[in-house]
Nanobody, 124 residues
Framework: QVQLVESGGGLVQAGMSLRLSCVAS??????YGWFRQAPGKEREFVAT????????YYADSVTGRFTISRDTAKKTVFLQMNSLKPEDTAVYYC???????????????????WGQGTQVTVSS
C-alpha cells in the first residue's frame, strides 16, 4: 500500500525558513512533486524532482528560494523553503507519479498518489 506522509509545516515570520519532508512507503516512483493550495485557490505546482538522476524544476514564484531534493536511502523527498513570504501561506502536498514525468510545470492530474498535506503559515 502506497503512503506519502508529509511533515515540517508550521508558523513562521516572513524571511524565515522551513523544510518539509515527504516519506514514501511501499515503493519508489518516477517523479515526485510538491504542490500547494491556499484558501479559495486551486492547487498549484511548486517543484518537481525525478527520482533517478535528481533533475528538478520549479515554479517561477519559488525559483531561487525553494529547493527540492531527495534521499534515496530513506525514500524521502524534501522541500527547503527559504526567504518565506506571506503569499507562500498554503497547505503543501507531496505527490508521486508512477511514470517519469517531463521536467517542467506540472499538473495535478499527472500525479497518482498524494499525501495528506501540511500547513505552512507565513506571517508578515
Amino acid at each position: 500500500q502506497v503512503q506519502l506522509v508529509e511533515s515540517g509545516g508550521g508558523l513562521v515570520q516572513a524571511g524565515m525558513s522551513l523544510r518539509l519532508s515527504c516519506v514514501a512507503s511501499g515503493r519508489t516512483f518516477g517523479s515526485y512533486g510538491w504542490f500547494r493550495q491556499a484558501p479559495g485557490k486551486e492547487r498549484e505546482f511548486v517543484a518537481t524532482i525525478r527520482w533517478s538522476g535528481g533533475m528538478t524544476y520549479y515554479a517561477d514564484s519559488v525559483t531561487g528560494r525553494f529547493t527540492i531534493s531527495r534521499d534515496t536511502a530513506k525514500k524521502t523527498v524534501f522541500l527547503q523553503m527559504n526567504s518565506l513570504k506571506p503569499e507562500d501561506t498554503a497547505v503543501y502536498y507531496c505527490a508521486a507519479a508512477s511514470r517519469l514525468l517531463s521536467v517542467g510545470v506540472q499538473t495535478v492530474s499527472q500525479y497518482d498518489y498524494w499525501g495528506q498535506g501540511t500547513q505552512v503559515t507565513v506571517s508578515s
